[in-house]
């Protein structure tokens, strides 16, 4: 049983970037192949809906527009970068959070690689998805085959839930913004940032879970990364195929399982890795989120298993915001949790 | 001026797959980077909305949700494939239809390699977009920001305009369907192909213009490839920015410009190169498509610049569908485009 909090492992010298891991951030990424495509999903036939007449421009005539007929649903999309000589043993699934796709893991708001072409250079595959209804895996028909509306975030909740600042702190004008002191995310590119937003449905939970259990099971073995509303998916998805999941890392998940409803024991072959941002403390809603997940990965650690914590702030790593993969100091995170994969053995 | 028609140059031996260009289908494609980010839109202020109560899970607590606030809208999602040695001059940029995304381009339904991929290995630079309000673009909040509803493309109508059979042929059960013979799109695959429908909305031609425009600032000079409803923004963008596109190639375009609004000959030093599919003397609608296109293209022609057309079925080659780049063949038509491009002095 390893049960001691990972970060007291690491050094002060690793912290300040004299790690044996080199930092993976220049060279050639070598690709077998780039692949985008869809999993999971179901066709649906829709009948009894009344024609409609739209233009499809403004100058076009109006035409008219049939609706009844067929659909896809609950499809989820992942783009595959196939590494030619991969270095490590099993390719990173990286899941995103509420209300984005992921794009989460790609260039960060300031320009800077982000966390995905951080661990094709580190010698991992990877698999980034967009959850069912996000990004490029589209969305169902509503109300007709998704009962209720969109749910869009604002720039100004944003700026609360993802911790840039104390509450009500977001102002268009960057001058005027009210950020953390020591802020590591780069709120004056919050425009850029937010561009990435999509809408999210509240009862879709169902369907995003049977994609990514699909994704699992047609890709794994692999470890998950995952970020904030991913917290529930991954942990489920290793509940359902223990035997498929290496490694299970959730960046400030935001929602886990209830020990009481899921065996505990049947993931604790699975090292889980939890990494929590700064100024947690400031907030009742991001404790209750941590506390969550404690309670979830307690359980784990309680039937024998590994269940290491990066708490950034008690490392003395200050400002991470809930965009840890965005925040300027995201490289070094990203080797913290490299180097965690490394201990585990997931490199060859 | 060049006004022949390009097929005529073309040698039966080459479509044989006898062509000097050697197949870029193998080995290691060796990146610089893999970025993804959003360019062009803009911020919107949302005030006097109601505030909703919602769930954001069926187990969860209603709770608050307050809409008003700041947005982002208009701007697309783009991912940049940069190549550590590139054998092209300069980037192609690769811009999709209607109800479809930058996934157009990724790998077909059947499972091989796309468009992106051919172009990656045959030593360009990509840029793959999603338009705005597709895909990783994102879409912006109805009626608040965009006054219409989105309109749903259904299977059984791409059957027919996409040009897999005659009119009124889909089934869902593969073997009911009414495909054209030799049809070369893997119409058994449908079901994969129709999960990257996306919504569209028929009020967005100008955001979609403008973000396009913004990204061809931003990364050209450039060959732009497009598809279908890209047409008019590919034209577009080549009479607003004439110094910056290197060519323009269109895959069956539904729309173009009027030559009576627009100077032909602002262009007629960008080669312009048309393909086309089979089955187009079937359906009015295509012939129609095929005329508006034409109609532009022979008007840069009479100022005296260069305007191919790849006709397959008049070479011999018969059954693409308006998916040529997802159809049996796709493979052979990239190569008639890239050899093209190379005869325009394109590759190093």
């Given amino acids: 049983m390893k049960s001691e909090i990972w970060m007291l492992t690491l050094s002060v010298a690793m912290l300040a970037g004299c790690a044996s891991t080199a930092r993976?951030?220049?060279?050639?990424?070598a690709l077998k192949s780039a692949r985008g495509y869809h999993v999971g999903g179901e066709r649906k036939t829709l009948s009894g809906l009344p024609v409609k007449e739209i233009r499809t421009n403004p100058q076009a005539p109006i035409r008219k527009s049939d609706p009844n007929?067929?659909?896809?649903?609950?499809?989820?999309?992942?783009?595959?970068?196939?590494?030619?000589?991969?270095?490590?043993?099993?390719?990173?699934?990286?899941?995103?959070?509420?209300?984005?796709?992921?794009?989460?893991?790609?260039?960060?708001?300031?320009?800077?690689?982000?966390?995905?072409?951080?661990?094709?250079?580190?010698g991992y595959d990877t698999f980034v998805s967009d959850a069912v209804e996000r990004g490029r895996a589209s969305w169902a028909r509503y109300p007709e085959i998704n009962p209720v509306e969109p749910e869009h975030r604002t720039i100004d909740q944003a700026w609360d839930i993802f911790r840039f600042g104390p509450a009500g702190g977001y102002s268009a004008d960057i001058g005027k913004q009210n950020a953390y002191a020591g802020m590591q995310f780069p709120v004056a590119a919050i425009d850029q940032f937010t561009k990435q937003f999509v809408a999210r449905w509240t009862t879709s939970d169902a369907w995003i879970q049977g994609a990514y259990d699909a994704l699992v099971q047609r890709v794994c073995p692999c470890v998950i990364i995952g970020h904030s509303q991913a917290g529930q998916f991954v942990y489920t998805a290793a509940q359902r195929a223990p035997d498929k999941v290496m490694a299970v890392v959730l960046v400030e998940p935001t929602s886990a399982l209830d020990p009481a409803k899921f065996d505990p024991a049947r993931v604790k072959h699975i090292p889980h890795l939890t990494v929590w941002g700064d100024y947690i403390n400031d907030s009742a809603l991001w404790q209750r989120y941590r506390n969550t997940a404690e309670t979830y990965t307690n359980a784990i650690k309680k039937t024998g298993g590994t269940t290491d914590t990066i708490d950034l702030p008690a490392m003395g790593v200050r400002g991470n915001s809930h965009m840890v993969m965005m925040d300027r100091n995201s490289d070094d995170v990203a080797r913290l949790v490299r180097d965690w994969l490394i201990k585990q053995g997931l490199e060859k």
Same sequence: chains 1, 2.
Wanted: charged fraction near 15%; hydrophobic fraction near 40%; aromatic fraction near 16%.
């Fill in 69 to 122: 007929g067929d659909y896809q649903f609950g499809q989820l999309y992942v783009q595959h970068f196939a590494l030619a000589s991969p270095a490590a043993k099993v390719p990173v699934l990286l899941w995103h959070g509420g209300g984005l796709s992921g794009v989460t893991w790609e260039t960060t708001p300031d320009g800077r690689a982000g966390w995905h072409e951080y661990f094709m250079r580190a």
């Fill in 24 to 29: 993976p951030t220049d060279g050639v990424i």
